[in-house]
């Protein structure tokens, strides 16, 4: 279903709240009709489903910020996610940036922080300028129609931090397979060939940085794990399972995200030609429509907080203990702050969405996932002389993180 042509007319709210668990609403697009009815009718909105923990869902932009800016009051533990009651012990055992709460989270994050600095990803301009390169000639080279979330997509950011992190490329194939079947565990086609439990992708990666951390504690690098190998928090080494979950998150949140956004964002300008010729006549308008991209497409979809004690969020009452689902994704379709908010606007100023989130949790790599975007879009925008899809688009089947499963092309490209 286009974003264009949700209609939420038809959507009761009990209908919209059970949209919320289903994964293959997130990918035939009514969870932004369920989301738009419940932005309407119930923001602040208590959801009871089978399977899962009861919790509030937020879907207004004004009362999600409310909770990013108190992380006092409203904590990642030990509810970070929405993930279902059979997944609770696992999840809550979970141990990385995503989970932690001050201060222990600010501890941690200053641990990598510098690498994401500025001045230090300045010095990485050209890499990413130059992969963005190799990606848009490989493309000029086609002839014929392709899969451009396999073929391109994902592979780009991949290779990217695949570098920054140190992963040889003969590992990189590896580290996207066990990210789709992470991140996709609830889409069949990405579950792991061994089993429907997404805990054996886990367990991979857990064996894999294993080896990659013994040889850096041997032999240090100039990447981000021997940064983390041999950093220190209160003095003492980062644990053994601190530092995997650490890698973890960097090596799939690092890539999986940000194809997400440059395979969305080429989908909405084949879909709105007249932003793509806008953006081939104004070129300057470029790091404008990678923020409008990445509110487009909200690679994360939502987060979750659970309340220290007992508080008020819209007007409803909620409890010490209780959970709160945070919609990115619906926060960013909020006409209350995004004037015409389903128009695709490669000129969208300001742009306050909260894909990255906020506070205390903004992404840690939001300033590289940026840097890729613009660059890849600024190598293709003015070769790109033609622009159709050549199949149907699929979007991933998630609770979580998505984006395109699969997005058919035919481009011409110079």
């Not at 089978?50 to 030990?78: C, G, M, N, S, Y």
């Not at 391109?152 to 140190?166: E, K, N, T």
């Not at 992708?201 to 794990?225: C, G, S």
């Not at 300033?367 to 613009?374: D, H, I, K, S, T």
Request: contains cysteine.
């Amino acid at each position: 279903m286009s974003r264009d042509t949700v209609d939420n007319r038809s959507m009761t709210t009990a209908e919209a709240r059970s949209v919320l668990v289903d994964p293959m609403a997130y990918a035939d697009g009514r969870l932004e009709q369920a989301c738009a009815v419940l932005r309407r009718d119930a923001p602040v909105s208590w959801v009871e489903a089978e399977e899962f923990l009861p919790f509030h869902a937020l879907t207004k932009h004004e009362d999600i910020l409310e909770v990013e800016r108190r992380p006092d009051l409203f904590q990642a533990r030990p509810r970070y996610k929405l993930y279902r009651r059979r997944d609770e012990e696992r999840f809550t055992a979970a141990r990385s940036l995503v989970s932690m709460d001050p201060p222990e989270h600010t501890e941690y994050r200053a641990v990598a922080a510098p690498w994401f600095h500025p001045r230090n990803l300045r010095n990485f301009e050209e890499t990413v300028r130059a992969r963005a390169l190799v990606a848009v000639d490989s493309m000029a080279r086609r002839d014929t129609a392709y899969d451009f979330v396999s073929e391109i997509a994902m592979l780009y950011p991949l290779d990217v931090i695949c570098s920054m992190v140190g992963i040889p490329e003969a590992d990189r194939g590896l580290i996207l397979r066990l990210t789709l079947e992470n991140f996709g565990s609830e889409d069949p086609d990405f579950r792991p060939l061994t089993t429907t439990d997404d805990r054996a992708a886990v367990m991979d990666f857990a064996h894999y940085f294993l080896k990659v951390i013994e040889d850096r504690k041997a032999a240090p690098t100039d990447d981000i794990t021997s940064l983390l190998v041999h950093a220190k928090v209160k003095d003492e080494p980062l644990p053994l399972q601190d530092l995997i979950g650490y890698l973890v998150i960097i090596s799939t949140a690092g890539h999986d995200t940000t194809a997400a956004t440059i395979a969305g964002g080429l989908r909405a300008l084949v879909e709105h030609p007249d932003q793509l010729r806008r953006l081939q006549t104004e070129p300057g308008l470029i790091p404008t429509a990678v923020e409008e991209m990445i509110r487009w497409v909200t690679p994360v979809k939502s987060f979750m907080r659970v309340a220290t004690k007992d508080t008020e969020i819209g007007g409803q009452t909620i409890a010490e203990g209780e959970a709160v689902l945070l919609l990115y994704a619906s926060a960013n379709r909020d006409d209350d702050v995004f004037g015409d908010p389903d128009r695709f606007d490669v000129g969208r100023t300001p742009n306050r969405h909260l894909a990255f989130g906020h506070g205390t949790h903004f992404c840690l790599g939001a300033r590289l996932a940026r840097l890729e975007a613009r660059m890849f879009f600024s190598e293709l925008i003015p070769r790109l002389r033609h622009a159709e899809l050549a199949g149907e688009p699929e979007l991933i089947q998630t609770l979580f993180v998505g984006g395109h499963k699969r997005l058919p092309v035919h481009l011409d490209v110079a």
